[in-house]
């Protein structure tokens, strides 16, 4: 029952939300309410799977968290006047297509093949090490999966990263030239096809969700550019936003059977587990506890951290995987990002840094509404959205406070300015 109050609480504040915001739904916190909405409706759908019963004080951190990130996008619009609709079209009368030469189209396209294969490999020679002795290579995700090793040297880490930047870079030539001046360049749809040899041969499904996400949110920028950011028009991005989910559910099976998981359990009970268990380890967080951290902020500056301990820094190692909680289907070491703020800074801490994430989501989007609509802007803006599209999920904050997103602001600027 307490399950159904949380479900009808979270449709009343993405109701209020969608107004009080000038029923836009590109918002940060109307998009974490959405993803707790998801959250939810899966665990209700799944509960003989997990015979849990969640408390109201879990519903009520939920509930004020959405709607501080709400009060950070209220409060960051103050900062700004009114957009001017007829100064966006002005801007846009001016603009320029993107027209990356073909051959640099090519170099691009072969760099993310080779890099694909180098990494698929680098990854099938592990796993015959960890015991993939039949030599599978559909199957060898599971046993590097298993290890929990596995680990990209220098070289693989900088060319899937910046193959990665390659793709945001093509998808944002493809919506720009689509939204600005209306031409559809196809041709750079090639690199980012090519991007999927990559993404078959991590173990990491979450890595695709980003990839999703970032692309999403480019595509959601130019979406609203191409209507002058008016309020409504709204149709493209839900449609987006559906052929995004599913394509997500489609890889996310696909590539659960090269890890295991897609065979050990029944779709439903798969997407139960990964899309909905985080709310029954919230819940048993905040009714249970965990030992005190050792570190300041230990869950979200835990790359951070890492990177002080290899430069030289006495930096105590903390646990490096989540604890198992027990439910009825089994086990997860999976928690919404809320456990992570409030171990680190206590529940008043987690409702100011979910105003935070509002406030500066906005505000990053109200320059983008000015016509700020530059390569780099715009990626960081998909980078930022990452962690509260997944705030009900996981906690991906950290990966995004890391030496990662600094490389990927330098390739980003280096491709902008020779591309």
């Not at 007829?86 to 993310?112: E, G, M, R, V």
């Not at 409702?351 to 715009?378: A, D, E, H, Q, T």
């Given at each position: 029952?307490?399950?159904?109050?949380?479900?009808?609480?979270?449709?009343?504040?993405?109701?209020?939300?969608?107004?009080?915001?000038?029923?836009?739904?590109?918002?940060?916190s109307?998009?974490?309410?959405s993803?707790?909405?998801?959250?939810?409706?899966?665990?209700?759908?799944?509960?003989?799977?997990?015979?849990?019963?969640?408390?109201?004080?879990?519903?009520?951190i939920?509930?004020?968290?959405?709607?501080?990130?709400?009060?950070?996008?209220?409060?960051?619009?103050?900062?700004?006047?009114?957009?001017?609709?007829?100064?966006?079209?002005?801007?846009?009368?001016t603009?320029?297509q993107?027209?990356?030469?073909?051959?640099?189209?090519f170099?691009?396209?072969?760099?993310?093949?080779?890099?694909?294969?180098i990494?698929?490999?680098?990854?099938?020679?592990?796993?015959?090490?960890?015991?993939?002795?039949?030599?599978?290579?559909?199957?060898?995700?599971?046993?590097v999966?298993?290890?929990?090793?596995?680990?990209?040297?220098?070289?693989?880490?900088?060319?899937?990263?910046?193959?990665?930047?390659?793709?945001?870079?093509?998808?944002?030539?493809?919506?720009?030239?689509?939204?600005i001046?209306?031409?559809?360049?196809?041709?750079?749809?090639?690199?980012?096809?090519?991007?999927?040899?990559?993404?078959?041969?991590?173990?990491?499904?979450?890595?695709?969700?980003?990839?999703?996400?970032i692309v999403?949110?480019?595509?959601?920028?130019?979406e609203?550019?191409?209507?002058?950011?008016?309020?409504?028009?709204?149709?493209?991005?839900?449609?987006?936003?559906?052929?995004?989910?599913?394509?997500?559910?489609?890889i996310?099976?696909?590539?659960?059977?090269?890890?295991?998981?897609?065979?050990?359990?029944?779709?439903?009970e798969?997407?139960?587990?990964?899309?909905?268990?985080?709310?029954?380890?919230l819940?048993?967080y905040?009714?249970?506890g965990?030992?005190?951290?050792?570190?300041?902020?230990?869950?979200?500056?835990?790359?951070?951290?890492?990177?002080?301990?290899?430069?030289g820094?006495?930096i105590?190692?903390?646990?490096?995987?989540?604890?198992?909680?027990?439910?009825?289907?089994?086990t997860?070491?999976?928690?919404?990002?809320?456990?992570?703020?409030?171990?680190d800074?206590?529940?008043?801490?987690?409702?100011?840094?979910?105003?935070?994430?509002?406030?500066?989501?906005?505000?990053?989007?109200?320059?983008?509404k000015?016509?700020?609509?530059?390569?780099?802007?715009?990626?960081?803006?998909?980078?930022?959205f990452?962690?509260?599209?997944?705030?009900?999920i996981?906690?991906?904050?950290?990966?995004?406070?890391?030496?990662?997103?600094?490389?990927?602001?330098?390739?980003?600027?280096?491709?902008?300015?020779?591309?």
């Amino acid at each position: 029952m307490v399950d159904i109050v949380l479900l009808f609480l979270l449709v009343l504040e993405w109701i209020t939300i969608y107004i009080l915001n000038g029923r836009t739904l590109f918002s940060p916190s109307l998009i974490s309410c959405s993803m707790f909405l998801l959250t939810t409706t899966v665990f209700i759908l799944s509960n003989n799977y997990f015979v849990y019963d969640i408390h109201y004080k879990t519903i009520i951190i939920i509930i004020l968290s959405i709607f501080f990130i709400l009060l950070g996008e209220l409060y960051s619009n103050i900062l700004f006047s009114k957009v001017s609709y007829s100064y966006i079209s002005s801007i846009k009368s001016t603009a320029k297509q993107i027209n990356i030469p073909n051959i640099w189209i090519f170099i691009i396209l072969i760099f993310i093949i080779v890099s694909g294969i180098i990494y698929f490999r680098d990854v099938y020679r592990f796993s015959l090490k960890v015991g993939n002795i039949p030599g599978n290579y559909f199957m060898m995700a599971m046993f590097v999966r298993q290890s929990h090793e596995y680990e990209k040297n220098i070289v693989i880490s900088q060319m899937t990263l910046l193959s990665e930047c390659l793709v945001y870079l093509m998808i944002y030539c493809f919506c720009y030239n689509s939204a600005i001046v209306k031409v559809k360049s196809w041709k750079y749809l090639l690199p980012v096809a090519a991007y999927s040899i990559q993404v078959f041969a991590s173990d990491n499904r979450t890595d695709f969700l980003r990839t999703i996400i970032i692309v999403c949110i480019i595509f959601f920028v130019f979406e609203k550019v191409r209507t002058d950011w008016k309020p409504g028009n709204n149709k493209k991005i839900i449609m987006t936003s559906i052929i995004a989910l599913l394509i997500f559910l489609f890889i996310f099976r696909l590539l659960g059977y090269r890890t295991g998981t897609s065979i050990r359990n029944p779709l439903r009970e798969n997407l139960a587990e990964y899309l909905s268990a985080s709310i029954v380890g919230l819940d048993t967080y905040l009714i249970q506890g965990e030992p005190r951290n050792i570190l300041f902020g230990q869950e979200i500056f835990k790359r951070i951290y890492s990177i002080l301990r290899q430069w030289g820094f006495n930096i105590p190692e903390i646990q490096k995987f989540e604890s198992f909680y027990k439910y009825a289907g089994g086990t997860s070491n999976i928690y919404t990002a809320l456990k992570a703020y409030i171990k680190d800074f206590t529940v008043f801490g987690e409702m100011f840094c979910m105003f935070l994430w509002g406030l500066v989501i906005n505000y990053s989007i109200n320059r983008v509404k000015r016509g700020s609509y530059s390569f780099i802007r715009v990626s960081m803006l998909g980078i930022m959205f990452y962690p509260i599209i997944m705030v009900s999920i996981e906690d991906v904050t950290a990966t995004v406070l890391s030496m990662s997103t600094l490389y990927m602001m330098f390739y980003f600027w280096i491709l902008k300015i020779f591309l």
